[in-house]
């Protein structure tokens, strides 16, 4: 038997498709799964948080509130009290004991915990020029308790590391991918409610008040150093100039009217050297 | 500028994944090239499995011949396998791996047995072994090792 050596020209044990185009399909595959995941989860985390009572709500604030060494603040109090009596009688916030904390840290920002605790960063309380601007932001924090934004946030984010982790293993280098494909939609999720909370806010400000001055005031003073829109795409809250004209819009649909703002009582921040 | 320090470890994944395409597939360019044209060259040598014996006036010597070689994943092919271990169906940025490796090993054995003046190789095997198992797993490096090994007939 005669034998001819032969080099083969084609390769069947290798895959023609190009890599990219693989990639595509399975980076939009993962989206959808995970565009799934984060729906179901949703509507499981929302179902079990308006199940869950204000009591077991408020014990997992006890254990929030330990991370902020904050003290709790008797004028904020006030100011949180009268927006409180300015809420219709039948408004579920009633069944909350609020307490509002001053944690002394420059971070402009307030954060709702679940139980009814609010805490405010001196940083924030630093830039407030009113007492209505202040109203605003409790009364935006007050929108979260009664959206029960904080109880969901949590039930979401639980269910999305459970999920992965139960689907894809604890180590695995694709459960901390689909995580981070997840967290596109939470950021999404996140602007949303906090536009809602928004609304809430003004609402009540306006209640209290009877109109909606200095509803905007702190966010366009915000929006003059925010930058540009694209680092707000990943970010947990919308944009300042995009809650400013939702605002305004609001103020136009319910034809709120908007008077002068009323100066700041200057006793809230202890007095500082 | 914010944007990209605040997602650092999106940014660092992004880049490595790109790093990891334009150096991974400039790297398998090459060496299949090279093998391509290797190959050609050690056409002459041939590779068959036999049976019963040489007559022993034919042969002068024989000699195990070995060849081996380690093939590393790189970052772009690995996302691609971690996207495969979600879906389920072939590995397809494996594949040319596994066949480098392969074709790579054979060549090596068959230029082992060139320098010691064979004129064939008999029985030859291959086997292939995993260096750094759970290749998908966080934080570790997967590659293939092949090794080709068979009996290089030196004639009379």
Redo the contacts between chains.
């Keep these: 038997m005669q034998?001819t050596?032969?080099?083969l020209v084609d390769?069947i044990?290798?895959?023609k498709?190009h890599?990219?185009i693989?990639?595509l399909w399975?980076?939009g595959?993962?989206i959808l799964?995970s565009g799934l995941i984060f729906f179901i989860l949703g509507i499981t985390a929302d179902w079990a948080v308006s199940k869950t009572p204000i009591k077991v709500e408020t014990w997992i604030g006890q254990l929030a509130l330990n991370e902020f060494p904050a003290e709790e603040n008797q004028s904020l109090g006030e100011q949180l009290q009268s927006l409180l009596d300015s809420l219709p009688e039948e408004s579920p916030l009633h069944q909350y004991n609020f307490r509002i904390f001053l944690s002394n840290a420059e971070d402009i920002n307030a954060i709702a915990l679940p139980g009814g605790n609010i805490v405010v960063f001196s940083g924030l309380l630093e830039l407030m020029e009113s007492e209505n601007e202040l109203a605003m932001v409790l009364a935006h924090e007050l929108g979260h308790f009664a959206h029960r934004d904080h109880l969901s946030g949590l039930g979401r984010g639980l269910g999305i590391a459970v999920a992965a982790t139960l689907l894809?293993g604890e180590?695995?280098?694709?459960s901390?991918?689909?995580s981070?494909a997840l967290l596109t939609f939470q950021a999404k999720y996140s602007q949303d409610q906090e536009s809602a909370a928004d609304q809430f806010g003004l609402d009540l400000l306006t209640r209290r008040y009877g109109h909606a001055g200095g509803a905007i005031d702190f966010f366009s003073r915000l929006s003059e150093d925010a930058?540009n829109k694209?680092?707000y795409?990943?970010a947990s809250h919308p944009h300042p100039k995009d809650r400013i004209d939702a605002l305004e819009q609001h103020i136009k649909e319910k034809n709120y009217r908007v008077k002068a703002t009323e100066p700041l009582a200057d006793k809230i921040l202890p007095e500082t050297d | 500028m914010d944007i990209l320090l605040q997602n650092f470890d999106l940014v660092i994944f992004l880049l490595l994944a790109i790093l990891g395409y334009t150096a991974g597939s400039l790297a398998e360019k090459r060496h299949y090239r090279s093998i391509i044209k290797r190959e050609k060259e050690l056409l002459k040598m041939a590779v068959i499995t036999a049976e019963g014996s040489f007559p022993p006036s034919k042969v002068k010597e024989s000699a195990l011949v070995t060849g081996s070689v380690v093939v590393s994943i790189d970052y772009f092919k690995r996302l691609l396998a971690i996207l495969r271990n979600i879906f389920g169906g072939r590995v397809k940025s494996y594949e040319s791996l596994v066949d480098r490796a392969r074709r790579e090993a054979i060549l090596r054995m068959k230029e082992s047995a060139k320098k010691q003046g064979a004129n064939m190789i008999i029985n030859m095997r291959l086997e292939t072994a995993t260096i750094g198992r759970n290749a998908n797993k966080k934080k570790t490096v997967g590659s293939v090792e092949a090794i080709a090994y068979g009996t290089a007939i030196i004639m009379n």
Excluded: D, H
Excluded at chain 1, 171 to 174: H, I, K, L
């Design positions: 034998f050596p032969k080099q390769n044990n290798v895959s498709s890599p990219l693989e990639l399975l980076l595959g993962l799964l894809f180590e695995s280098a694709a901390s991918l689909v981070k930058g694209l680092p795409l990943l």
